[in-house]
């Protein structure tokens, strides 16, 4: 698909969120979100949304809103949850949110991050509407 696709805008919004277990040495992990939208190929777009990075909690409150745009034959946002490190950040865990329930209204919802092995690592609380 050609990068002239029509595109749908949606508001989005991260929360408060959780992380369940320490990534950091001090017993706290440095969290931040990011979003991108998967092809129908499989492959994933260039991120559409980051959030700031929290520091030294497993209590981030982001309070953020952005804008992203999405192709209209996306189905699926791959919304990924990290702790940055200096030199690699770590994969806390990911969620699949199907586009679908988005542009049938709002999504507001607690998104459980699960990891490789489908462990919910944390949760953050994202709502995503069309703007």
Known sequence: MGKDQPKQEFKFGLYQGQVYEAQDL????????QVRAIETDGSYSKVLFK??????????AWNEYGKIKVKDYVNDLLVELFDEDLVKN????????????VRS????????????KNT???VVRIKIERN
């Open 26 to 33: 001090n017993g706290k992990a440095d969290p931040f979100v």
């Open 51 to 60: 959030s700031t990075v929290k520091k030294s909690t497993l209590n981030p």
């Open 90 to 101: 770590d994969f806390i865990g990911r969620q699949i949110i199907n586009m679908g329930r």
């Open 105 to 116: 209204g709002v999504f507001d919802e607690i998104v459980k991050f699960e990891d490789d």
């Open 120 to 122: 919910v690592k944390g």
